[in-house]
């Protein structure tokens, strides 16, 4: 099956400062690259996502770049804000299923 | 986006007692919904894939007759927690995809979850 790993665990960052988050899979026919954002209690939400056609994609501050042939993609916050502290997670979907397999997810805590 | 309205948002209980979550896809058919288990500080763990008039399907180590789960219709899933013990206290959280051949693609909509506390 497919097997995801995100790093970092903790990211600790001053408001203004960028954050990067990157995730690693396993199955090279995944196709599907959702990022989700979750607050402490409250349902994960969806907040950028990117398909295997496409290198990069850009949404405000918020960036996500893939890499197919290293198989690793990353979520990019720039000018980060107190409110951008939650736990992020990467999620991979595999040939077109509707089932995600998540990474272990990254608490972003941004200092004002 | 669809909407998936998932109750109660926080539950209380006795140990031994039976606890039932409740899913429903509000503004859309959802013939697949997931369910998730989330310890404090980690990853959405699947537990269970709901199929609406079918059985479910479980992931590896998870207890059927622990976690009952029935699809009753294309808008509501529901997991049932038997006999629970404070080890099953968690956040419980559902998902559902968009309909098929809708233009989402593979986005989950997720149920705002459930705090279970077994005392």
């Known amino acids: 099956g497919e097997n995801v790993e995100q790093h970092p665990s903790t990211l600790s960052v001053q408001e203004g400062d960028s954050a990067v988050i990157k995730c690693t899979y396993s199955?090279?026919?995944?196709?599907?690259f959702p990022w989700y954002k979750q607050e402490l209690g409250k349902r994960p939400q969806l907040i950028i996502d990117?398909?295997?056609?496409?290198g990069e994609k850009k949404d405000q501050r918020i960036a996500v770049t893939l890499n197919k042939t290293a198989k690793h993609f990353s979520l990019h916050i720039t000018e980060t804000q107190p409110e951008d502290s939650a736990v992020y997670f990467c999620?991979?979907?595999?040939?077109?299923?509707?089932?995600?397999?998540f990474g272990r997810g990254t608490s972003l805590i941004v200092h004002p | 986006g669809a909407v998936v309205s998932q109750h109660p948002s926080r539950v209380i209980c006795k140990s031994g007692t039976s606890v039932k979550i409740e899913c429903r896809s509000l503004?859309?058919?959802?013939?697949?919904m997931f369910w998730y288990r989330q310890f404090p500080k980690k990853s959405l763990m699947l537990m269970a894939t709901?199929?609406?008039?079918?059985?479910?399907?479980?992931e590896q180590g998870v207890e059927k007759d622990k976690f009952l789960i029935n699809h009753a219709s294309l808008t509501l899933s529901t997991l049932t927690v038997t006999s629970a013990h404070p080890e099953d206290s968690s956040f419980y959280i559902c998902?559902?995809?968009?309909?098929?051949?809708?233009?989402?693609?593979?986005?989950?909509?997720f149920g705002a979850g459930t705090r279970l506390s077994v005392l």
């Open positions: 998902s559902a995809p968009p309909p098929v051949g809708g233009r989402e693609g593979n986005i989950q909509y």
């Open positions: 199955d090279s026919a995944s196709n599907y």
């Open positions: 990117i398909r295997s056609n496409v």
């Open positions: 999620a991979v979907h595999s040939g077109g299923s509707y089932i995600p397999t």
């Open positions: 503004d859309f058919q959802a013939t697949t």
């Open positions: 709901s199929n609406e008039g079918s059985k479910a399907t479980y």
